[in-house]
C-alpha cells in the first residue's frame, strides 16, 4: 500500500535574521579552513559573521541548537599589517607608506607587541605599547615633516594623544633621508615611540567593532596565524585556533525572504514497520538530505516532516486525497 509523506524545504533553512542589523546568518555545516569559509561566504553571502553585540551572541546561540560544535566567525588577528598613525594618504609617495627599516629578524609580529619603537643605531623594534618610552612626533606642513623628540615617557596611546596635540602625529618615516634625519637628532641609548602600530583584531568584512565574547582563558594566542571560532558548546564564546584548522562556519547576508516547498514522497509500506515512529522518521530525513544534496540541494536548505493535523506524517494516499478535497 501507498502512503504519503510530506517534506518541508525552507530555502532559508539553518539561519536567523537580526532584527537591528537587517542581517540573516546562515551555519554552513561544511568543515573548512577560516581562508576558505571566507571565500564561500563571500562568493555565496556577504561574508563571514560579524558578531558585534549580545543580541548577535544569542542568536547565533539559540539558532545553533543542536550544533554543539564550535564554528568561524569572521574574527582573525591580523598581525602582518603595521600602518601610519599619521594616514593621510596625501603625504606619502609611491612606496614610502611600506618603507621599513625594521632591526633584522623583526617585527617579531606577536600579538602583545603592536607598536614600534626607534631606536638610535637607525633600526625599528615592535614593543609592547603599555611600556613608557620617549616620544618621536612631527610638525607637517604640505609634504615636508620636522621631527620633534620628547623627552617625558609615556605609552604609545598616550604619546599619540600628546602628539596629535601639541604636533601633527606621531613620526612617520618615509624614506632613508628622514631616517637618517631621526637618527642626528636622537641622543644615544634611548627608545622612542614612533607612529608605526598594528590594529591586530580584525573583522572579515572591514566592520570596525570591538565587541569581545571571550570564553575563558582566551584568547590563547598560541597559533602563527590566529583566527576565532564561537563555541556552541560553551555559550557561543568565542575561542582563537590555528586559521588552517578546518571548522563548520557561519556567514552572514542581506535578509531574504523565506521560502518553503513541500514536496510529497510516496513509499511503500514496509511490513511490521510504524511510519509515524519518530526513529524511523529521523532515519528517512537523513536519507533525504543525503540524495537531496547529492543532487545540489543548497546547504542553507532545512528539511523537515510536515505533520498532518492528526499530528501524523504518513497517511495513505486515499486519505490524502480526500483531505485535498
Ligand atoms: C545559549 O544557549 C543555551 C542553551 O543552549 C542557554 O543555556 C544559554 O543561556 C544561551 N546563552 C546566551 C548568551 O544566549
Ligand atoms: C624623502 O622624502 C622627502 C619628502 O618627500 C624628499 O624631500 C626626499 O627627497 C626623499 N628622499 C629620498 C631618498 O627619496
Ligand atoms: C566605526 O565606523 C562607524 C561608521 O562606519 C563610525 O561612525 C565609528 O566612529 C567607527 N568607530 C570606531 C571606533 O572607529
Redesign the pocket.
Known sequence: MDVVLLLIMAAAGLSTVSSHAQRQYHFVSEAKTMSEAQRYCREKHTDLATVDS?EV??LL??T??QFKQSAWIGLYDDRDTWRWSMSDPSFYGPGETEFRRWYPGQPYNKHNIPCTLFYPDRTWHDGDCNKRLKVLCFDVTGQSATFVLIESKMTWTEAQSYCREHHTDLASVRNETENQQIVELLPAGYYYWMGLYRDSWKWSDGSNSSFKYWADNEPKLSALKVCVAAAFDN??KWEDLDCGVEKPFICYGPVVPVSMKVIKVSVEKPNGVDLNDPAFLDAMLVEAKKNLRAQGLDDNVQLAWRKQPDGKVFHKEEEKKRDEL
Open positions: 549580545m551572541v544569542e546561540n539559540n545553533a541548537g555559550f557561543g
